[in-house]
């Protein structure tokens, strides 16, 4: 097994979180930039902007970050969510998430049954016990999210307008 090392996050001023900010592209670039005001913006006052929002919600004790570094050493993951309550159940529904590459320049590891579920085991540590995504069907994320199936969790689907579903996962 693939170990991860996951750390709880009070704020997003620290080095790595930058560097998974400019590696999380092209992905950035799809980004609706107008919502945060930032249509004209350089990458460093997108970088800013996000370092503003995400250091605010996490003053807010109903949000969670975390910081994730693989075997290698190599910081890969930022994720920052709130919690959503449902059915009694804490849920988490990522908010902000910088995904970064492994020693061969590869995301690879996002598809990793040892990530995913040590991932699952830490937001547990955090009583959190589901997590929310919404996506659209047939696409890379749907596809990837649905595509694992452990005795360690499941998913349901909430249609919404069109293609769009709330995909929930719920740990076992």
């Not at 980004?31 to 503003?52: C, G, P, Q």
């Not at 970050?65 to 993951?77: R, S």
């Not at 970064?100 to 991932?119: M, R």
């Amino acid at each position: 097994m693939i170990m991860y090392s996951f750390t709880r996050i009070f704020d997003c001023n620290f080095t790595e979180f930058d560097n998974l900010f400019y590696q999380s592209e092209p992905l950035i670039d799809s980004y609706v930039w107008e919502v945060f005001n930032l249509t004209d913006s350089t990458k460093e006052e997108r970088l800013k902007a996000m370092k503003d929002i995400g250091n605010n919600w996490l003053q807010n004790t109903a949000v969670i970050g975390t910081y994730v570094v693989n075997p290698e050493g190599l910081p890969i993951k930022v994720d920052i969510g709130a919690f959503r309550i449902i059915n009694k159940k804490n849920y988490l529904y990522t908010n902000l998430t910088f995904n970064g590459t492994d020693s061969f320049g590869s995301k690879a590891w996002l598809h990793s049954i040892d990530f995913i579920e040590q991932a699952m085991e830490f937001y547990k540590t955090l009583k959190v016990e589901g997590r929310i995504f919404p996506l659209k069907k047939n696409t890379v994320m749907y596809n990837h999210l649905t595509g694992y199936y452990t005795d360690k969790f499941y998913y349901t689907e909430e249609p919404q307008e069109g293609d769009d579903v709330i995909l929930y996962l719920h740990y076992a």
